[in-house]
């Protein structure tokens, strides 16, 4: 089976620094994915992690602990459209289950 | 444009009816996946095809069924319609299955009154 964990809302300032967590265990791991929705809209894609570490690009960076079944969304300058949720999600028991965290909402107030 | 296409966006319907959602995936893209996604809940996998075949599934309701054609476009079929189905639904499509990321149609918002 899949279960995360992931903070349900977080609040920041604009032009501050915020990381979302998740932690997961997955039966099947194959690398884990970072989307950005905003409300009503569709989830787009962000980033995806398969080895360890950190991967940086642009304002936001992803990092990765396979042993710790951890990750974290590094998100820099925030700006007032950053508000949105942020979901992590892992392909489960294989390659063709994508499964979704419940999702971190981020409110960037002036 | 995430290049994935969803008909209708908008969909109004009575209790009890059957109404079928429509995706085309990006151009090249074999695997089609359907979420389900509630008022302020998550996103919800229903079922997954590949190439035509179904490959996983989620904890889709026997109301509901789908397919995927030949020309790699995909229907979802939802029947005896409940309040609680009401929902956006997304379909999202990938070059493969596993390790390749998703990308999200803009979804069809059903409500069932």
């Known amino acids: 089976g899949q279960n995360f964990d992931q903070p349900t809302e977080m609040t920041a300032t604009e032009g501050a620094i915020v990381q979302i967590n998740c932690t997961y265990q997955?039966?099947?791991?194959?690398?884990l994915f970072w989307y950005q929705q905003h409300a009503g809209e569709a989830p787009t894609f962000l980033s995806y992690?398969?080895?360890?570490g950190l991967e940086e690009k642009g304002r936001f960076s992803s990092f990765l602990s396979r042993s710790k079944g951890y990750s974290y969304l590094l998100l820099k300058e925030l700006q007032m459209k950053d508000s949105a949720s942020y979901l992590c999600?892992?392909?489960?028991?294989?390659?063709?289950?994508?499964?979704f965290g419940a999702g971190t909402r981020l409110a960037v107030h002036p | 444009d995430s290049g994935v296409t969803q008909t209708p966006k908008h969909l109004i319907t009575a209790t009890g009816q059957r109404v079928t959602l429509r995706c085309s995936p990006r151009?090249?893209?074999?695997?089609v996946y359907w979420y389900q996604q509630s008022l302020d809940q998550g996103l919800q996998f229903l079922i997954q095809?590949?190439?035509?075949?179904?490959?996983a599934k989620g904890n889709i309701l026997e109301r509901f069924s789908a397919q995927q054609f030949p020309d790699l476009h995909s229907e979802l079929n939802l029947s005896s319609l409940e309040l609680g189905d009401s929902a956006l639904y997304f379909c999202?499509?990938?070059?493969?299955?596993?390790?390749?990321?998703?990308?999200f149609g803009q979804g069809t918002r059903l409500t069932v009154v």
């Open positions: 999202a499509s990938s070059v493969q299955g596993g390790d390749t990321e998703a990308f």
């Open positions: 997955t039966s099947g791991f194959n690398g």
């Open positions: 992690n398969v080895l360890d």
């Open positions: 999600a892992v392909f489960s028991g294989g390659y063709n289950k994508l499964i």
């Open positions: 151009s090249g893209d074999l695997s």
């Open positions: 095809y590949y190439n035509g075949e179904e490959r």
